[in-house]
């Protein structure tokens, strides 16, 4: 069957009512009776639309608040009964049931609910009973019932009836009946994982993940594989959230660095001006300043060749001399909170850059989680929520840290976190001055480091490497005294790293011989 007989009767339940009257009244200039609940129906009839209740057909009022209204044969079974099966037609006639050719419902809104931070009850009463069990009716019988779970799909409707006769034509309602149960496959998922949030159960034993289309992307990490964004519903300020003011659309690896960058400037909260700057998911320059230009510019010094092309993160509202600075080389995509008008104008003039702004920044010691597919499987763990502060550290050298390295060696340790492991990370005065990422062997992250750190300096004909007098933060412990040496020979005074190995004593020894003061602190942040 390409097409389901003419839409006769179609039942209206929304609580988005975007685009509604128009709708109905279109089904209604084409001969469809409209049957409806509750505050649907009212805001038809308001409309001067002549509306049956669903209550005239059950035979029953709507009861309970509200939360029994369309359980019932005679709306159940006008979704389910098989149009031209003989004995489907004949119990439906035995029992008063008439066919319902088209469902249109949207749920309560249960995930906005949540996302405002709303009570345990409130979230409670807007988890949709009747709405789920409609739409998934209508979807199985989509041979004969068009099912709509959304206003964007009110046009293509009427358009199909339009040119059938009054029909749909079935690949439309099989496009229907997909998305309807991607739709309320996803609203179970957001309920099962509120309800273990709320109890407390960080790995249930059942787990579901769903997601809506935010946009498609031209190609995933390389241009022979598919990709697009779908956006979760997470309140967390970040690329799903953002508005992206101007440039061309984002791509895969775009919206990973960018989220990457924003997630580390937010690692470094809002009290002063920061900047990262991000290439391939690892920080090429990170600072703080007593401005956004000033850490800007500090960033960039760490590696201003790597910057070429980046992601630029700040952590407040981007001013017109940040603007003006972050413009003067080639940089794919800028987000921050906010830019000022002027910002933005400098920021127009360059066509092939982003500009995105989040309103916000995510809270670094929020929980949440990561999700990665395995073949057969997801690997699910908790975000990397740990924060250190200066009450978490513990001196094991001879030589305590001074006031200026303790903090140069907390701002090294947090960018450390979002630097891919094996992570080296010297900074100096708010800085960073020398990044090693992703090595198989530590040793090697403190030479790479070192290595573009004595590069940067070069450049900028500083007389020695920019790691003389900084500080460095080690991801995980040192398992021998040669990563450690290595950071020393590179010019590092003091050092910060979880410690944990079976030679920590061997490396603290090292390290009083080298007159290094060293603190561990006790949490690892491998990330690969």
Same mark, same amino acid.
Do not use: M
């Given at each position: 069957m390409t097409s389901a007989p003419r839409i006769r009767r179609a039942l209206l339940s929304v609580s988005d009512k975007t685009g509604l009257i128009a709708f109905a009244r279109a089904l209604a200039e084409m001969g469809v009776e409209l049957i409806s609940t509750g505050g649907t129906a009212a805001a038809l009839r308001a409309e001067g639309l002549a509306v049956k209740d669903v209550s005239e057909i059950t035979g029953f009022p709507e009861m309970l608040d509200g939360r029994v209204k369309t359980l019932h044969p005679r709306i159940h079974g006008?979704? $389910?009964?098989?149009?031209? /099966? &003989?004995?489907? @037609?004949? !119990? %439906? %006639? +035995?029992?008063?049931? &008439?066919?319902?050719?088209?469902?249109?419902?949207?749920?309560?809104?249960? +995930?906005?609910?949540?996302? !405002?931070?709303?009570v345990y009850d409130d979230c409670i009463e807007n988890i949709d009973i009747g709405g789920p069990a409609l739409i998934r009716g209508a979807a199985k019988n989509h041979a004969g019932v068009a099912v709509v779970v959304e206003p964007a799909d009110y046009d293509g409707i009427l358009e199909a009836m339009r040119a059938n006769n009054g029909a749909?034509?079935?690949?439309?309602?099989k496009r229907l009946a997909a998305k309807a149960y991607a739709r309320t496959a996803a609203y179970d998922a957001?309920?099962?994982?509120?309800f273990a949030a709320t109890l407390g159960e960080e790995m249930p034993e059942w787990r579901t993940f769903g997601?809506?289309?935010?946009?498609?992307?031209?190609?995933? +990490?390389?241009p022979h594989q598919r990709a697009a964004f779908y956006a979760s519903g997470d309140a967390r300020p970040g690329v799903a959230s953002a508005v992206q003011h101007q440039g061309k659309e984002l791509s895969y690896n775009n919206l990973n660095d960018t989220d990457a960058a924003l997630e580390l400037v937010a690692e470094l909260g809002p009290a002063k001006p920061a900047v990262a700057i991000i290439k391939h998911a690892n920080p090429c320059g990170v600072a703080t300043g007593a401005s956004l230009k000033d850490a800007y510019l500090k960033a960039l010094?760490? /590696?201003?060749?790597? %910057?070429?092309?980046?992601?630029?993160? $700040?952590?407040?509202?981007? /001013?017109?001399?940040?603007? @003006? +600075?972050i413009t003067k080389i080639f940089t794919e995509v800028v987000i921050a909170p906010d830019a000022t008008p002027e910002a933005k104008s400098i920021f127009a003039a360059k066509k092939n850059l982003r500009l995105l702004t989040t309103g916000g920044l995510p809270d670094p010691r929020a929980p949440g989680v990561i999700v990665r597919s395995l073949a057969g499987g997801l690997l699910v763990q908790s975000r990397d929520d740990?924060?250190?502060?200066?009450?978490?550290?513990?001196?094991v050298t001879k030589r305590q840290p001074t006031e200026a390295e303790l903090a140069d060696l907390i701002f090294a340790f947090r960018v450390a976190k979002h630097v891919k492991s094996n992570a080296i990370v010297y900074a100096k005065d708010g800085a960073t001055v020398g990044i090693g990422a992703g090595q198989m062997s530590r040793v090697d992250s403190a030479r790479i480091a070192a290595l573009k750190a004595a590069d940067a300096a070069a450049a900028m004909g500083a007389k020695e490497p920019l790691t003389c007098g900084s500080v460095v933060a080690s991801d995980a412990f040192f398992p021998f005294a040669d990563g450690l040496l290595a950071t020393a020979e590179a010019g590092a005074t003091a050092v910060i790293q979880p410690g944990g190995s079976m030679r920590d004593d061997e490396v603290i020894a090292a390290a009083d011989a080298k007159g290094l003061a060293m603190v561990f602190t006790g949490m690892r942040h491998f990330r690969h």
């Open positions: 006008g979704l $389910l009964a098989v149009r031209g /099966d &003989a004995r489907h @037609e004949a !119990q %439906a %006639a +035995e029992h008063g049931i &008439a066919p319902i050719d088209l469902l249109v419902v949207n749920l309560y809104p249960f +995930e906005a609910t949540v996302a !405002q931070g709303a749909t034509p079935l690949a439309l309602r957001a309920i099962s994982n509120w997601g809506r289309l935010k946009f498609p992307l031209r190609y995933g +990490e390389n010094r760490c /590696d201003s060749v790597s %910057a070429f092309g980046g992601i630029v993160a $700040l952590n407040g509202t981007i /001013d017109v001399a940040a603007a @003006e +600075e740990g924060v250190i502060t200066a009450a978490n550290l513990k001196v």
